[in-house]
């Protein structure tokens, strides 16, 4: 999967990072 | 539908302490802060709009540079006796001339904008204890806050620059889950 990640702050919570335009899974491009 | 009519108010509007703002309970007991808009009615068609998500932070010094490098600044600051807020707003939504105002002027401005703001409360003297630590809602039985979110062109570049300030990631096999539930 491309486009998506999970980062942590300073206390722990969580920070999604998610790729402008879209999410891709495979060949499957999730708007 | 009235938001009164089915919502228990923690603090209700239009007390003495505290005029143009609320808080309410939503279906899991989430504060909802509802503030009164610095604007004339009707200027933003919507009754509601999302302003802010409010984030109790152990280390203020630490979370500002985080957000910082995650595109945001900070637009106004309010210092009490035992906490501060920081409200921080993506630099590219920001076409405010906020560096030129005093923090009234700020808070009449901020309350214009349609786009939300992150709020950073700081108890003071959180910083200084070892031991102090904020549940961030993800542990296994104290569930509850899940996540913010950020839209980047390149989330691999955007990773290696998190990486780089020493903050770890989620392991991905919640991105498995997702991707089953999209078969």
Redesign the interface.
Known sequence: ?????????????????????GIE?GD?K?L | MHLRHFTIFLLPPKTDRMKGLAFAYDPDGYWVEIVKRRCDAGTIPNYFNFSQTMLRVKDVTKSISFYEALGMEVVLERNFDDFSLYFMASSANNNLNLSSMNDNEKMEALGRQFGPVLELTHNHGTENDDDFKYYNGNEEDRQGFGHTGFLVDDVYAACDSIREMGYGFKKVRVYKAAAVLLL
């Open positions: 999967m491309k486009g998506l990640a999970f980062a942590y702050d300073p206390d722990g919570y969580a920070v999604e990072i998610i790729k402008r335009g899974f499957k999730i």
